[in-house]
């Protein structure tokens, strides 16, 4: 007994010193406070009440607020991750999350539901999620195209389909609207493919080994033909132009319409009449706008694993070198945290886009901007890149063939006989259940990357020199420990934002002089400020891990305080003595 007594006396400290994990990926820790299920995808109303319940579980943490509305009344919601305990939201630097811009595009809303559960699940319990949480805003916009997610989700659709908003248009321009969509011929929810069999008349032929798969024959002098053709997606002729599926629901594009190298339908299209047409995103811009202490900027699409920043055309021309390097600084660490992406400008390494979202949040806002692609086929298979035909193959092996609707007859009224078959619409742009939790956390962890890279500033110790005749020197250096500075260079170059402003404050001070040193083994060296040198603007602000060093001359003695103020940054303060 005395000895049973005597060691459950030693493990009492012990046991008293334990403090939960959280539940930060690893298989043997807790479970989480909310579970989630990471292999599925849910639609539109599934996935804000995922949020709501996250809300619910910290209700200090997490707050809703509804920005807008889509064409079709749905909510454009918000949530705000804050600690209101440790600062007001407006004195915070903040990141805004965005997904599912492109209705098919449905991944996104889960990246952003992911980011906000893996924080809140962490926040307490691990010291960089707390720090990150406690520090910083994170403005969570789970859906851009709630009407479009929620089409693809009810309606019968393929993998790029409800692609754009609802709003009728007419895209082939014969007067009528929505008129010749894509129809579910069979009623099976898919919208598939067609073939018709004409032996010796056609362009493919049936591979021997797997009849799914149609292959092109090659150009010959023998003339050798297939002996079938393809149709196009499932569909008829609705409006009688002899066309199929050539004005489908909607066709509008929300990361076309935004006021960065705009240009009209002509020439881009789904941009609609003018940049921010749509209500979607005129709310968008509406809220980023009035909240100048935004300075990141994640915005998830789909698919081909990729980690895209502008400039979106190359008549932008280059962006400035400072944000180049932090550019290239995260991206290239986003390489390593998520295998099979490629770092890339958009316009350079994959298309160009007028009117896109990052290119209007940094050319336009001066934010440090990212678009990720989410998922790559190559993540089925780490060692080589993965072919259209390998396709096959891993839905046979991995998912029991039930990616794909087997071909079969169908009598078309304007096609005769043929087959519909092909993959649905959840293979393809949106991984199989099994790899979604990997591509969620690491595109998550990879904002939380961007996060920690807001900028941070700190003021060193002052020193302060007696000149003579009752005058005296302050010098201080303000530093930020961060990449991302406090004001972008492109932000400092088109004068967007407030500039960063340095004050010294001391009711026994009179401040007689002050600027910038230019050189920190001379202290004379320095650019002084002609007006108020009690408060020193800083128009470019501070850089990637940069400094400044500045010198007041001041006349007296007493308490005073030093504070810089930035929009992107956390307001830093230090007092001092005065001799």
């Not at 959280?22 to 599934?46: K, Q, S």
């Not at 996935?47 to 910290?58: G, V």
């Not at 350079?348 to 990212?370: C, M, P, R």
């Amino acid at each position: 007994m005395i000895a049973l007594v005597l060691g459950l006396l030693v493990l009492q400290p012990q046991d008293s010193r334990k403090s939960p994990e959280g539940f930060p990926g690893l298989a043997a820790g807790r479970a989480p406070r909310v579970e989630i299920a990471w292999n599925r995808l849910y639609d539109i109303d599934a996935l804000y009440a995922h949020f709501d319940r996250l809300a619910a579980e910290w209700p200090e943490l997490l707050t809703k607020q509804v920005i807008g509305h889509s064409i079709e009344n749905r909510e454009m919601r918000v949530y705000t991750l804050a600690n209101p305990y440790s600062g007001a939201e407006a004195d915070k630097p903040a990141m805004w999350v965005d997904g599912n811009v492109h209705g098919n595009e449905v991944q996104g809303g889960e990246a952003v539901l992911y980011l906000a559960w893996y924080l809140l699940e962490n926040h307490g319990t691990n010291a960089r999620a707390t720090e990150l949480v406690d520090g910083t805003v994170f403005y969570l916009l789970p859906s851009v195209n709630p009407d479009g997610r929620a089409h693809w989700f009810q309606g019968a659709h393929n993998a790029h389909s409800s692609r754009t908003g609802v709003q009728p248009l007419d895209d082939d321009h014969d007067g009528l609207f929505d008129e010749d969509a894509p129809d579910d011929l069979d009623g099976d929810g898919n919208i598939v493919m067609m073939r018709k069999y004409l032996p010796g008349e056609g362009d493919f032929r049936l591979n021997p080994d797997d009849p799914r798969v149609m292959e092109r024959v090659p150009p010959n002098d023998k003339g050798i033909r297939g002996d079938w053709i393809t149709l196009g997606q499932e569909g008829l002729d609705n409006d009688g132009d002899g066309r199929v599926n050539e004005d489908e629901v909607g066709g509008y594009d929300m990361n076309r319409a935004w006021p960065a190298l705009w240009y009209p339908e002509h020439v881009q299209g789904g941009a609609g009449p003018y940049p921010l047409y749509w209500p979607e995103t005129r709310s968008i811009a509406r809220f980023l706008l009035t909240h100048p202490s935004v300075a990141a900027v994640q915005s998830f699409h789909n698919n081909g694993g990729m980690i895209l920043r502008g400039p979106g055309a190359e008549s932008y021309g280059e962006y400035p070198r400072d944000d180049v390097r932090v550019y290239d600084e995260l991206g290239k660490e986003g390489e390593k945290m998520l295998p099979f992406y490629r770092y890339m400008i958009i316009w350079k390494d994959l298309y160009s886009v007028f009117g896109g979202f990052v290119n209007w949040t940094y050319e336009g806002l001066g934010i440090l901007s990212f678009t990720n692609e989410l998922w790559n086929d190559d993540a089925q298979d780490p060692e080589k890149k993965i072919e259209p035909r390998d396709r096959y193959f891993f839905d046979d092996k991995l998912l029991l063939g039930a990616g794909f609707v087997d071909w079969h007859p169908y009598t078309h009224p304007l096609f005769g006989e043929v087959e519909l078959g092909g993959f649905k619409k959840d293979v393809g742009r949106v991984p199989p259940s099994f790899l979604e939790e990997e591509m969620l956390h690491r595109n998550a962890l990879f904002c939380v990357r961007h996060a920690e890279a807001l900028p941070r500033v700190a003021i060193r110790e002052p020193l302060v020199s007696d000149l003579g005749g009752g005058v005296k020197a302050i010098d201080v250096v303000v530093a930020n420990e961060r990449i991302i500075p406090t004001r972008s260079a492109v932000a400092r170059e088109k004068k967007i934002g407030a500039p960063d402003v340095l004050t010294l404050e001391g009711q026994g001070l009179e401040v007689l002089a002050g600027g910038f040193r230019s050189d920190r083994f001379r202290p004379t060296e320095i650019q002084l400020q002609e007006h108020e040198p009690a408060r020193l603007l800083c128009e470019g602000g501070l850089g990637s891990r940069g400094e400044l060093r500045v010198r007041w001359i001041v006349r007296g003695s007493g308490a005073a305080t030093i504070r810089y103020r930035a929009e992107k940054a956390r307001d830093a303060e230090r007092t001092l003595s005065v001799p």
